[in-house]
Each structure stands twice: as C-alpha cells, then as structure tokens.
C-alpha cells in the first residue's frame, strides 16, 4: 500500500488549501480514508475521515464546519479541503487507510495501518 500526499505549503489566516493523497499499491473490498494532522510537540490527533463505499463523513469538532473530505473513486484519490484557516491548522498532515473499521474506530490512529508520509500546512497569522 503507497500513500502520498501534497498539497500543503504556506497560506495566511483566512485562506484555504486543498491536500490530496494519491492511494496505490495493494486495495482492501471495502476501506476507510482518514486524514490526521500533527502539530509542533504534540500527539498526531484526528481530523478527518470517509468510508470509501456510502461516503460516511466523520470530522473533529475543531475542523467541523472547515474542512471537507472527499474521494475520487476512479482516480483512488482522496481530498481535504480546508477553508478558513487558522494557525492553529498549522501542522504536517498525514492521509492514511485501513480496511474497513466500525464507524467508531474511525477516530483512532491505531486503527490505521497504512500511512503517507505527511505534506506541511503552515498558517500565518
């Protein structure tokens, strides 16, 4: 399984930027998608997440309202779009994949095997 990630880079307060994560590699019947983020001296913690099949979302009440994730099931792409930044946003932010989980593991970071190797947001005030 590759993940690869881009799309993060240097953006004001207010601003918005779209990551995307590129999924190839070996592909599970049925997965679930999830973007995690980590901060300067902190623990990674959860962002974002969607079942592959149905589309169920799931988002940390700190982006909730923000960010939206969304897939592209023909290209094996899943977005972030993220709006109205803050530079508590600022973190490197990490796509990652595990078959499919009951909806409430989809917060957990160890439910996630699969990982990408992270692309920078940086928000400036």
């Known amino acids: 399984v590759q993940l690869q990630a881009s799309g993060g880079g240097l953006v004001q307060a207010g601003g918005s930027l779209r990551l995307s994560c590129a999924y190839s590699g070996r592909t599970f019947r049925d997965y679930d998608m999830a973007w995690f983020r980590q901060a300067p001296g902190k623990e990674r913690e959860f962002a974002a997440a969607m079942r592959w099949s149905g589309g169920t979302t799931l988002y940390a009440d700190s982006v909730k309202g923000r960010f939206g994730i969304s897939r592209d099931k023909a290209k094996n792409m899943v977005y972030l779009q993220m709006n109205s930044l803050t530079p508590d946003d600022t973190a490197v932010y990490y796509c990652?994949?595990?078959?499919?989980?009951?909806?409430?593991?989809?917060?957990?970071?160890?439910?996630?095997?699969?990982w990408g190797q992270g692309t920078q947001v940086t928000v400036s005030s």
């Open positions: 990652a994949v595990t078959p499919r989980v009951a909806l409430s593991a989809l917060r957990a970071r160890s439910s996630y095997a699969h």
